[in-house]
């Protein structure tokens, strides 16, 4: 849970701020109507996530409380009744993190969102490609005080070698003008690896160039930013683009995962499935299915077996963690692996034992599951899933509890 602080003195904006921040499931907020009682809560509590002041308080009336919370590191957005472009640049250069003018209960959702953001930032890595140091610290600082995690590589290569390194990287902040591998075919090279299409390209560009913009976008680039660049510019930007990329991978989720177990649905299966194995690479499947979950579901519960098949996919999606894994039907799920065989039924043998070992909700149910397994490098999916439901099926006549292997040649 991160707790919000709200500084402001009006107890209607208060009750507005208390009830947008407490819909969020992740935020609790703390309550303070001046700059002594705002005081005292950062003294006694050093772990906010953030905090909303209003520039005019009963003891704090020329926005002192600005300071304030900046000497405690407090991510802060300022509430204001009127907008003032002097003020707005005294305050960002100050380091707030945005100047919000309290027009509507729309200006108030558009804090809360904010924060929101912040929060996400927290978990989502970016990386700058940038030959000079001097921009690199600008970008790095800009990036690190709306919470991002931030790495920073000198060009190109370095920049693939990092991308390549950790695939959590979201979004790419990168020059045009680098050594070894310039912005341009840095995004080119990006677009052209699967791994990377959802990746967030922004390139920044000299001003009053549009040439360079337009060949960024050309090239990949999903957005361009004009150097020198303003505050809010660089971060609607950016932010923008973020939203987009969770976004579209809402709406993928939506479609390509099963919504109980969060592994991949049937459609998705045989869609990417198929296209592994055109790679001509072996591929393994495992077909693992839960041993007796008829009774499970009949003494405990259909609430009960839900809860069993989470906690089962979420185990399967730990030891199988670089392949794809689907649920297939009810209590049936497929592995499909690119890996070495060995490898595979290494981690199968393991998967199994944990499994044995563990014991799930609070009447604590043990599971145990049966397994089929197939391989090969030709032919279809459908085929290869069909030798190893075979397989499967010899072991649930066997005894359950057991991995029946076949490898097709
Ligand atoms: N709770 C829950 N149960 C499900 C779901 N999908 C399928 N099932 C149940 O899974 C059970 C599968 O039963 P069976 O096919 O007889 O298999 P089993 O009892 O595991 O027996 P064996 O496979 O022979 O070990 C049925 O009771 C289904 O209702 C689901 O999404 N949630």
């Given amino acids: 849970m991160y707790k919000v602080l709200v500084t402001e003195d009006s107890p209607i904006v208060r009750k507005i701020l208390f009830k947008l921040i407490e819909d969020n499931p992740y935020f609790q907020s703390v309550l303070c109507e001046d700059l002594a009682s705002a005081r005292e809560q950062l003294e006694s509590d050093q772990s906010f996530l953030a905090a909303i002041v209003d520039l005019n ?47 509507s209960r729309y200006s108030y959702m558009q804090v809360v969102k904010l924060i929101e953001r912040l929060r996400k930032n927290l978990s989502t890595k970016v990386l700058v490609a940038d030959d000079s140091i001097t921009s690199q610290n600008f970008l790095s600082h800009f990036l690190k005080k709306f919470g991002f995690q931030v790495q920073c590589v000198n060009d190109g290569v370095e920049a693939l070698a990092a991308l390549d390194a950790d695939s959590d990287i979201k979004l790419v902040i990168s020059d045009y003008m680098m050594p070894n591998l310039d912005g341009f075919e840095l995004v080119k090279k990006i677009r052209q690896d699967r791994r990377f299409q959802d990746l967030i390209f922004v390139g920044l560009s000299a001003k009053g160039n549009s ?57 998705y299966l045989f869609e990417h499935g198929e296209l592994m194995l055109k790679t001509g690479k072996q591929t393994t499947v495992v077909i693992i299915d839960i041993d007796d979950f008829k ?14 098949l989470e906690a089962f996919s979420m185990l399967l999606k730990r030891y199988y963690r670089e ?30 034992q944990k499994l044995r ?8 149910i043990t599971m ?37 292997e076949a490898i097709a040649v």
């Fill in 295 to 308: 009774p499970i579901n009949d003494t405990y519960g259909h609430k009960t077996g839900d809860k069993l």
């Fill in 211 to 267: 040439m360079l913009s337009a060949k960024f976008i050309k090239s990949g680039a999903n957005d361009f930013l004009s150097k020198p660049f303003y505050h809010e510019e660089f971060f609607c930007r950016v932010l923008h683009s973020l939203e987009l990329q969770e976004m579209m991978e809402q709406v993928r989720d939506a479609a390509n995962l099963d919504p109980l177990t969060n592994t991949y649905n049937r459609r």
């Fill in 57 to 103: 308080l009963p003891d704090a009336p020329n926005g002192e409380i600005v300071d304030v919370v900046l000497s405690y590191d407090v991510p802060t957005v300022v509430l204001t009744g009127n907008f003032d472009e002097h003020l707005r640049h005294m305050l960002l250069d100050k380091g707030v993190l945005d100047y919000i003018t309290k027009e």
């Fill in 368 to 404: 145990t599951c049966s397994i089929g397994v197939s391989s090969n490098n030709s032919g279809s999916l459908e085929d290869l899933i069909d030798i190893a439901d075979k397989r499967l099926y010899e072991a649930k006549h066997s005894g359950k509890d057991k991995v029946i």
């Fill in 323 to 352: 392949d794809m894994v689907a649920r297939y039907g009810g209590e049936e799920f497929v592995v499909v692996s690119e890996r070495e065989y060995e490898q595979v039924m290494h981690i199968t043998t393991l998967f199994m």
């Fill in 357 to 364: 070992e563990l014991s799930f909700t609070e009447h604590s």
